[in-house]
Structures are given as structure tokens and as C-alpha cells.
């Protein structure tokens, strides 16, 4: 994703702020996923979730290194945005198994490219060091064929999922304003930066919805 966010660096969190929210997604994303492998229908499911789930826990455990090299308590770091993730992991949870996985699959990639965006706005060492945080490609892909293949073998799921889908953009992006702090104040320099990017995670969302022939 290539575009100019330099007017939110002074809303973006020091580089310590951005690592415990990573840290804290990633350990979020490890628990669902752990969580779902129970209730997969397919072996192979349980061992692709398996796999991603232990993704998660080695980005969430990258995160919570950078943060004792700069010598900062990681669980403290994390603590301070936990309620804030907490609540928008609440309103984004799945009523079931499909659900659940489309969630998973479309708010951290809608949180991975969001976050791709703003770490060059960080310095050199900070964004090097917390880029590989954000490496779900492998994920991305296993969650992918899990779903085609549950909505193959349910034809009726489609539109739900697809109401779903659409329902559940709309509260990763309000998480990705309130990083920035432009969830309830105007910036218009910050504003029209982050609506540019806000442009791109859409159509990024809308490719992945179209990828799994889910209407966007």
C-alpha cells in the first residue's frame, strides 16, 4: 500500500504504543483461533487454524520482544489499550463457526494493511523491528481456503456471511481511526491522509470478499 500518511505521524502512538496494540491483536487473534480449532469440522481445518494460531502467538511474541529491548513491561504496555481492543473484539465476534472465521480473516487483514500504512511513519529501526509483527500473508491464505471451502459446502451461508462481512468493515475501520485518535476529533490535514487510506483498506476489504464470491 503506497500512499502519503505523513499528516497523521503526530496522531500516530510513539513506536512502544503501536508494538503493545500489535502485541495485543496478535494475542487476541491466538486465542480465537486456538478457540476455533476445537469446534473444526475437518481435520485438516484443525491443523491449518492450528498453524495460523501459532502465527499469531510468534507476531504477538515479536511484539512483546521490542518492547523489553526498549525496556518497557510488556504486559503493562499492553494493559493500557486492552479495554479499548477488548471492546471492539466484543462487537466483532461471530454467532458461529463461519462467522467467527470470516471475522478473524477480514479484520486483521483490514488491521494489516491499515497498520502496512502508518509504520513508515515510525523510524527506520522501529518500522524494521515491527514489520514482521504484521506478516499474516500465511494466514491470510489458510483462513482463505477454509472459508471457500465452508461456503462450498453450504450454498445458503453465502448471503449471511456476506451481510456479516459487510457489517463487520465498518467496526475495523472505526478501530483503525480511534489508533490515530480521529474516532471523535477533527483533523482535516489527519482526516484526509487517513480517508485515503481508508479508500485502499476498503477496496483491499472488497478483493477479499469478492475472492471468497461473498458480495462486498
Not at 503493562?76 to 466484543?90: C, G, H, L, S, Y
Request: glycine share 6%; aromatic share 4%.
Amino acid at each position: 500500500m503506497v500512499t502519503d500518511a505523513s499528516p497523521l505521524a503526530d496522531r500516530l502512538p510513539a513506536a512502544a504504543g503501536v508494538a503493545a496494540r500489535i502485541a495485543y491483536l496478535q494475542l487476541l487473534q491466538f486465542q480465537e483461533l486456538s478457540a476455533l480449532v476445537t469446534e473444526a469440522p475437518a481435520l485438516a481445518d484443525k491443523q491449518a487454524l492450528g498453524r495460523s494460531a501459532g502465527l499469531a502467538l510468534e507476531r504477538h511474541e515479536l511484539a512483546c520482544a521490542y518492547l523489553e529491548s526498549a525496556g518497557l513491561d510488556p504486559s503493562a504496555q499492553m494493559k493500557r489499550i486492552a479495554a479499548e481492543v477488548d471492546a471492539f473484539a466484543t462487537r466483532v465476534v461471530g454467532r458461529d463457526w463461519n462467522e467467527r472465521i470470516l471475522t478473524v480473516f477480514l479484520t486483521s487483514g483490514i488491521l494489516h494493511d491499515f497498520y502496512e500504512a502508518v509504520l513508515p511513519l515510525l523510524d527506520e529501526a522501529d518500522r524494521t523491528a515491527l514489520a514482521p509483527t504484521i506478516d499474516d500473508e500465511e494466514s491470510q491464505q489458510a483462513l482463505h481456503e477454509i472459508l471457500v471451502t465452508a461456503i462450498e459446502a453450504n450454498h445458503g451461508s453465502g448471503d449471511r456471511l456476506a451481510m456479516w462481512g459487510r457489517r463487520l468493515v465498518g467496526d475495523a475501520l472505526l478501530a483503525c481511526r480511534r489508533v490515530v485518535g480521529l474516532a471523535d476529533v477533527h483533523d482535516e490535514a489527519a482526516d484526509d491522509a487517513l480517508d485515503v487510506i481508508v479508500s485502499e483498506l476498503t477496496a483491499e476489504h472488497s478483493r477479499r470478499m469478492n475472492a471468497l464470491g461473498l458480495a462486498a
